[in-house]
């Protein structure tokens, strides 16, 4: 029976899916208490394939369903939202559909493209309306997390080519992520950190910088009036043909809420799970990562910025492909790792006897965590200097990050010592 759409604000009620499959429900009762629970059949699998690792139990199996929230959605499903700034625009862009901080209203409005295989949409038939009462402009409806302004976009093939939007169905298949004024060269600090990154073998997306006048069709709200290049980044959580797959960020594997990124965890606490739920190789992948974001000065490597993903029959995770690098400390001289390491945050402390208390919450061998360490930061030192993409950052911000990984060598390679 066809019914008439509603505005996300008129939804009470959202199925969850996992690609086709529905997994469970979304309901909002009076009062703005919002509950999530699975689906019988999908209970009856164990939770296969997986949503979100913070659901299952320690015997295996699925937990009970999560408790009721009022005023917010449970934290997997908060963490599917734009933080922000981000959240700001996309929350004008729906304005008269999305009532502002209203986590429900916005899922609501976005649940037809989220991060990874997750799509959340109307029960019972309902379709969802994004127009308001304003004109019948199409509307951006993609969810992505963080707080640079970003978009996801299509890249045109025919006449023209160009960057778009994805409208209707369609789906993005790059991130762009906009310059901002507050921090100078931005995109090509990121640009070329990724660029490091794929040099000492880490696997990264591919990624290019392009210029805002590639974009057609833009919406004011998402327009940052900074001048400079953009990061083009293609999107792992979908596949050539538009295919989703799934991926989840620790925030959502520890079951914390976007504000407590910077809070919620350890990095230990991340090398435990890697350890457990993938392997120790997957582990010590992650021990690399930090080795970078220590030496290039990245204090941003918060639970939000490590991901798995679901690749194949989505019942087991890998570590998913970096993203988000880029050395902060330019920008914020003071700045520390996002997150404790072995007890501290300050780069300059992280010497050998940080690395070993790391090792040792995390459960990996010292050995191997000492020799991850050495292994990256003389990589590092390797392909750095000579690196291509260090021409495109701005001479001021270079000789900042140039400074710090010379710093920061020695304090590193206090992990040789036997
Ligand atoms: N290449 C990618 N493929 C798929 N998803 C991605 C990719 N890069 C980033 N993401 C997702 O998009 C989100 C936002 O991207 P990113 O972290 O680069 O943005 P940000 O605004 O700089 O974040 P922050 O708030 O940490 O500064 C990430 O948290 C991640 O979920
Ligand atoms: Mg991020």
């Known amino acids: 029976m066809a ?156 006449k023209g080519g160009g960057l778009t939007l994805p409208l209707d169905d369609s789906q993005g298949q790059y991130i762009a992520k906009f310059p901002s004024t507050a921090f100078p060269g931005v995109s090509e600090n990121e640009f070329a950190n990724l660029a490091l990154a794929a040099a000492i073998g880490m696997d990264v997306p591919e990624r290019e910088l392009v210029e805002k006048s590639d974009f057609d069709g833009i919406p004011e709200e998402f327009d940052t009036l900074s001048e400079g290049k953009v990061l083009l980044i293609r999107r792992f959580d979908r596949e050539q043909e538009g295919a989703r797959i799934h991926i989840e960020d620790f925030a959502q594997v520890f079951g914390v809420y976007p504000s407590r990124k910077y809070e919620g965890a350890a990095y230990h606490d991340i090398a435990a799970a890697l350890n457990e739920a993938i392997s120790p190789a997957a582990a010590l992948e992650f021990v690399r990562r930090l080795v970078l974001a220590a030496i290039t000065g990245n204090g941003d490597m918060h639970l939000k910025n490590w991901s798995l993903i679901y690749r194949g029959d989505g019942a087991a995770p890998t570590l998913a492909p970096i993203y988000d690098v880029l050395s902060t400390v330019p920008y914020i001289p003071a700045d520390s790792m996002a997150l404790s390491l072995g007890g501290e945050r300050s780069f300059k402390a992280l010497s050998v006897a940080r690395w070993k208390a790391f090792a040792n919450r995390s459960r990996l061998p010292e050995p191997a965590v000492m020799q991850a360490v050495v292994d990256t930061v003389m990589s590092v030192n390797e392909k750095w200097e000579n690196l291509p993409e260090r021409a495109v950052i701005p001479e001021a911000v270079l000789e900042r990050i140039d400074a710090h990984v010379k710093a920061m060598t020695p304090i590193l390679l206090s992990c040789s010592e036997k």
């Open 3 to 158: 019914q008439t759409p509603l505005a996300p604000q008129a939804i009470q009620s959202l199925d969850v899916f996992l690609n086709t499959l529905k997994v469970g429900v979304i309901v909002r009762t009076p009062g703005d208490f919002n509950a999530f629970s699975f689906e019988d059949d999908y209970r009856a699998t164990g939770g296969s394939p997986i949503l979100s690792l913070s659901f299952r139990a320690a015997t295996g199996g699925l937990r009970k369903d999560p408790r009721p929230v009022s005023g917010a959605l449970p934290a997997f499903f908060a963490n599917l939202l734009p933080e922000d700034k981000l959240r700001e625009a996309m929350e004008k862009h729906h304005a008269g559909a999305v009532r502002p901080g209203n986590d429900f209203d916005l899922l609501a409005a976005l649940g037809a493209d989220l991060p990874g295989a997750v799509r959340v949409l109307p029960s019972d038939g309902t379709t969802v309306t994004l127009q308001g009462n304003a004109e019948a402009t199409p509307k951006a409806r993609f969810s992505l997390a963080g707080v640079q302004m970003k978009l996801s976009v299509m890249k045109n093939t025919g």
